[in-house]
């Protein structure tokens, strides 16, 4: 694979001494904190959060293993597997299996920094200890059908648990809305780590947009993406990278194909890399040739307008559905001023913008915390709060002035006390683009 260089932009600056991805002795405090907060904030209740399981690729490769993103929360393990975190109130224990001198001597497993402050127990204790909390706890919270045995071992000291003292019955909770809630607001630490994310994707796609993209295929783009956030010091990719190009940039997803980009491509990239857990999520979708067609400009500058005006609403008070709101009536006020009807426009506004504005983003690139309050009402965006802003418009009917175009733009925004902070850099103005992607 090759890519037509300009010879000013190296691939990727390397930066200066910056953090590093191990964690330092005070974020030891992070995490129990944090485990302090959710005993805090959900009394009664017994959390049992499980790191995961090692998934198989293929006849006896793994894939890389990454803990479930609740258990690094209140931990701050990354690399455990079949461990089991229980906060019971004040008492935190990690629950680990046996390590086996066959898996030392092959995996080297068990070789992590054990957390101070939490009792180590052997996992065999687990359905003893929960069998001890349940005569005083209300709830048990732990994430239903994501472990069958785990999902069993409750169920089943539920049915012949005895002993129990409390008046009312004992209540099993999803304890991924509950842990999401206090993953909405984000702390410093992670608010560092995901600027660090956010920084160093957009670092790859600056430099992606230096090379000439017709001529190569989805799949050799993509590659070449993953392979520069490794370059960059990050541990992965935070999810599967999207490259479409041509009419495939009307597929929301589009997985990276064979297919070669053409000359009058338009090619939308979604991909962001992941530091120390924490996710990027950028989207550019960009001229294969360097230029725009009059129909791809026109279609851009309409998205882009709406995605500016939603990121400059974002602030606290402000609500999720508002910032949607906002893009989604540029996005129509934008169509009306490419001549179609408001009643045309009424119609198939839906169909066109199909998916939501926003959605909240941390250790996972889909934060999993609640987007409606206690009254169901949409959230209001409070200080410390990170979500994307992706509005898109997708012309998929065949035989249309715009049929086959898609085109999406994407920037995560952290809300602070005085608005907002755009946390990924990368152009998007048409002229920067052409500028930079002209060969
Ligand atoms: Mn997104």
Excluded at 33 to 44: D, G, M, N
Excluded at 300 to 315: D, F, G, M, N, W
Aim: glycine residues 8%; proline residues 5%.
């Amino acid at each position: 694979m090759h890519f037509h260089q300009k010879p000013t932009e190296k691939p990727t600056e390397k930066p200066t001494e910056k953090p590093t991805e191990k964690p330092t002795e005070n974020d030891t405090d992070v995490f129990s904190q944090r485990r302090q907060r959710l005993a805090e904030r959900f009394t009664h209740t017994v959390f049992v959060v499980p790191s995961g399981v090692v998934s198989m690729r293929s006849h006896s490769v793994a894939y890389p293993f990454k803990s479930q993103s609740d258990f690094f929360y209140l931990t701050g393990l990354r690399a455990v597997s079949v461990a089991y975190l229980v906060v019971a109130g004040k008492h935190c224990h990690l629950l680990l299996p046996e390590i086996s001198s066959e898996s030392k001597l092959w995996e080297g497993e068990g070789e992590f920094d054990l957390p101070k402050d939490l009792s180590i127990e052997p996992l065999s204790r687990l359905d003893e200890l929960l069998a001890e909390y349940c005569k005083n706890f209300d709830r048990i919270a732990f994430p239903f059908g994501r472990h069958s045995e785990l999902d069993g071992l409750i169920l089943r000291m539920g049915a012949y648990h005895r002993g129990r003292k409390a008046p009312h019955p004992l209540a099993l909770v999803d304890c991924r809305t509950l842990i999401g809630i206090l993953r909405l607001h984000k702390d410093e630490t992670e608010i560092e780590c995901l600027c660090e994310a956010g920084q160093r994707s957009s670092r790859v796609h600056r430099a992606l947009m230096s090379k000439r993209l017709a001529g190569q295929r989805e799949i050799e783009i993509a590659n070449w993406i993953e392979a520069s956030f490794l370059a960059e010091g990050m541990s992965w990719r935070a999810y599967g990278t999207i490259v479409g190009a041509g009419e495939r940039t009307t597929i929301l997803h589009a997985r990276a194909t064979e297919r070669m980009v053409k000359p009058n491509d338009l090619v939308l990239i979604d991909a962001g890399g992941e530091w120390q857990g924490y996710c990027a999520d950028i989207t550019r979708t960009l001229p294969a040739n360097g230029k725009f067609s009059n129909e791809q400009r026109a279609v851009y500058e309409v998205v882009l307008k709406s995605q500016k005006a939603a990121i400059t609403s974002v602030r606290p008070g402000v609500s999720l559905e508002e910032v949607h709101l906002t893009a989604r009536e540029n996005l129509m006020a934008g169509l009306r001023g490419l001549g179609m009807s408001a009643s045309e426009i009424e119609e198939k506004i839906s169909i066109l913008q199909p998916h939501g504005t926003s959605h909240w983003i941390g250790l996972d690139v889909h934060d999993p915390a609640p987007v409606v309050d206690d009254a169901g009402r949409s959230i209001r965006l409070e200080p410390g709060m990170c979500l994307t802003v992706e509005p898109g418009l997708y012309f998929r009917e065949p035989g249309l002035r715009f049929s086959g175009i898609g085109i999406r733009i994407e920037d995560d925004v952290l809300v602070t006390a005085q608005g907002h902070e755009i946390l990924t850099s990368v152009p998007k103005e048409i002229s920067e683009i052409e500028e930079l992607c002209s060969f």
